[in-house]
């Protein structure tokens, strides 16, 4: 296999990872939905910033010590569910739908951001990625190992920003549809609430078994 067609495969699979709807997608939605375009791509920079940080543990060879030691990673998975279970519960809870002009937006762009960069950083889709995909592409005969990873540590952070920033494009316009129609916007609430405390029940049991 050349270079190129490596380059290339590794998109293809990232691609497949990021479309598939998961914790990170639901947090930008939920803020594109919640408090615009803009509130949506400041989520999409913050989970880039995530990214990046996987990107450097990869690297480093912290997520091979992780696989080494599983207890470990069980441990990321439960604080992960925690985490998805307490940001479902507050939408749950929350008396106002997505798009409602009444809804006052208390969050500032730098609470969006580190809250996004969490979120990133406790999803367990991207721990499973770096420990059974990332270490794959990192191969000797390509050159020096730390500028293999910074090249696809660039992939990563373009493929987020394309495919985020285009769910916070599209959420950002339906924000403002919803607007006219806010029982639609609470259904929608609703429904995003109950996938995140779903996803961290299941995310929380893969965990409590690990131990």
């Known amino acids: 296999m050349t270079e190129y067609a490596h380059l ?43 990214g990046m940080v996987h990107v450097t543990v990869g690297a480093l060879g912290l997520a091979a010590l992780i696989n080494y ?19 479902g519960i507050a939408v749950l809870r929350s008396s106002s739908g997505f798009g409602n002009r009444e809804a006052v937006v208390a969050r500032s762009a730098s609470a969006t951001f580190r809250q996004a960069a969490l979120t990133n950083l406790l999803n367990p889709k991207a721990y499973l990625f770096m420990l059974a995909i990332f270490p794959q592409f990192l191969r000797p005969e390509y ?17 987020q920003a394309g495919v985020y920033g ?42 409590w078994r690990g131990l």
């Open 8 to 50: 290339w495969l590794f998109f293809v699979i990232l691609l497949g990872v990021v479309l598939l709807p998961g914790l990170d997608m639901a947090y930008v939605l939920g803020s594109a939905l919640t408090g615009g375009r803009g509130q949506g791509m400041i989520a999409v920079t913050g989970m880039v910033a995530g």
């Open 69 to 87: 030691f599983p207890a470990a990673f069980n441990a990321i998975l439960l604080a992960g569910a925690l985490y998805i279970a307490w940001i």
């Open 143 to 159: 050159g020096v190992l730390w500028i293999q990873a910074v090249v696809l540590g660039i992939i990563i952070a373009l493929t």
């Open 166 to 207: 285009s769910v916070a494009f599209v959420a950002g316009g339906l924000r403002e549809w919803m607007q006219d129609h806010p029982r639609f916007g609470i259904r929608l609430n609703r429904s995003v609430g109950a996938l995140l405390v779903l996803a961290a029940i299941a995310t929380g049991m893969d965990g």
